[in-house]
């Protein structure tokens, strides 16, 4: 039907022909993630054809971002008009709900070529049930799903983190979205770039811990730190596996950090310094963040869908993931389930349509370009040190105005004094979205309103968001099993209109 390589190849073909070089990387100098959402169809003679050979499919790209950082705290705003979160992952959904709006305008429209059929009940559309949607990631999401253990027997890209190193509270993990040495450096044990990779302790994403990326200074000395150290239970927590003569050496580290008030790492030396299967918070340069990491945005989004509350009015069941694919980079079929799927699995008593998602997870062999590994072994030893691209990217497969290039959570270019204008925000921020969701919901006449949007007087966002009911039901039930921890907004950050 397809293969990771295809739904790799793919997306990097539509990031170098369709998106413009303004918001990408500078050559030599900087670097960025890519995630995309691609639609997967059978072909129209497929579905006529009922023979017993492989299934014919056609491949579209729907959405894409790129993108490292995201905001402060002090910088969010209640107007709903800043990207809060910038990662990759997080714009490619985005844009892939803005993508799902322009579908349900075809729907309302009664166009023959929407994605999406009536229902059977008033006002709400279903998906076409030949269609399915696959998540693709150049790297693996930070968070959770980043804590892989390094055995001893591997080709470790990294030296084991030493345990004076490990226990000092002041050296932390340098995942900062701010900082110029920050996000996600993905690695290739083969690269020419190896060997100085091996002076540092790092995340999946390459993320040094304690000097940036390639400099001369030696990093820590590598300990005899083995399973011996480690209780079974630790080691279980780790590997997802009990003992079995294979040395657990050191785990890959995230820069995410555990939400304040809840349970948090043990920073003991080596693989047990991770507790994994917790809610994190993307870090920030001296301001906090509010924004959920991206694996456990991955795991919500595998149990409430991609679509979010507000497309729920319309639609009769969520729109689920049907896989997540990965980019070449350090990764763990363990952790990615463990994070995506395994913390939610108990989850019980969700409302008719939604579900724990057993979500496959697939990995390419295919580099991404505008890596940071691949972008390191292209520089070589060129003098200067590389920096995540500033700006991220937002496309969507929509007719008029299918690009968003932003920087700072604003449309790139944005002054001081034009924040607030219209023309200040991205088309993928809150207020944008529900600008589009409110202009659909006036196409359609009241009398085919679905239910949802009948029963009451609705005036701002928060207000639309509290009666998709089912949704936040099921979003309850979610928290109340499994992430009692989420960090959410304050209300008074949806009162917008």
Request: net charge positive.
């Amino acid at each position: 039907m397809w293969t990771a390589d295809e739904i790799a190849r793919l997306c990097y073909e539509h990031y170098g022909s369709r998106l413009p070089k303004q918001g990408k990387p500078e050559p030599n100098r900087e670097w960025t993630l890519l995630a995309a959402v691609v639609k997967i169809q059978p072909t129209a003679d497929q579905a006529c054809d009922r023979s017993d050979g492989p299934v014919q499919v056609t491949k579209e790209v729907v959405s894409m971002g790129t993108g490292t950082k995201c905001i402060g705290q002090s910088k969010m705003r209640k107007s709903g008009d800043i990207l809060n979160d910038s990662h990759a992952e997080v714009i490619a959904r985005r844009s892939f709900q803005r993508y799902l709006l322009h579908q349900l305008h075809l729907a309302a429209a009664l166009k023959e070529d929407s994605i999406f059929l009536p229902g059977s009940q008033r006002g709400l559309w279903k998906l076409r049930p030949d269609l399915l949607f696959v998540f693709f990631s150049s790297h693996t999401p930070c968070g959770d799903a980043s804590i892989i253990p390094m055995l001893e027997f591997e080709d470790q890209p990294c030296c084991p983190v030493s345990r004076d190193w490990a226990c000092n509270p002041s050296v932390e993990t340098n995942d900062n979205l701010e900082a110029p040495e920050d996000k996600r450096k993905c690695e290739d044990p083969e690269s020419p770039v190896t060997k100085k990779m091996r002076l540092e302790p790092r995340t999946p994403d390459g993320t040094a811990h304690r000097q940036s990326f390639g400099s001369q200074e030696r990093g820590p000395n590598p300990p005899n730190v083995n399973s011996s150290h480690l209780t079974a239970e630790e080691l279980a927590s780790v590997t997802g596996m009990t003992p079995s003569g294979a040395r657990v050496v050191d785990v890959y580290r995230t820069g995410a950090k555990c939400v304040p008030g809840g349970a948090g790492d043990s920073r003991k030396p080596g693989a047990a310094y991770h507790r994994v299967g917790l809610l994190r918070v993307k870090p920030g340069r001296g301001d906090r963040t509010c924004s959920m990491s991206c694996s456990d945005k991955l795991a919500r989004w595998n149990v409430l869908g991609c679509q979010g509350a507000l497309l729920m009015h319309f639609l009769e069941e969520p729109i689920y993931l049907s896989a997540v694919v990965i980019g070449k980079c350090p990764c763990s079929q363990e952790a990615m389930q463990r994070a995506l799927i395994g913390r939610c699995q108990n989850v019980s008593a969700l409302p008719e349509g939604f579900g724990v998602q057993e979500v496959k997870i697939q990995q390419s062999d295919l580099l991404f370009e505008q890596s940071r590994c691949a972008v390191q072994t292209k520089k070589a030893d060129s003098p200067g040190r590389l920096v995540p691209c500033g700006a991220a990217i937002s496309w969507s497969a929509v007719p008029e105005q299918p690009l968003d290039v932003t920087a700072n959570g604003f449309p790139q270019g944005t002054t001081k004094k034009g924040v607030g204008r219209p023309q200040a925000r991205s088309r993928i921020s809150k207020v944008e979205l529900f600008r589009s969701f409110q202009k659909l919901l006036s196409s359609i006449s009241e009398d085919k309103w679905p239910d949802s949007l009948r029963a009451q007087k609705l005036a701002t966002y928060g207000d639309y968001k509290e009666a998709a009911s089912t949704y936040q039901q099921a979003w309850s039930a979610l928290r109340k099993q499994a992430f009692g921890s989420w960090v959410r907004n304050p209300p008074d950050y949806h009162q917008f209109t």
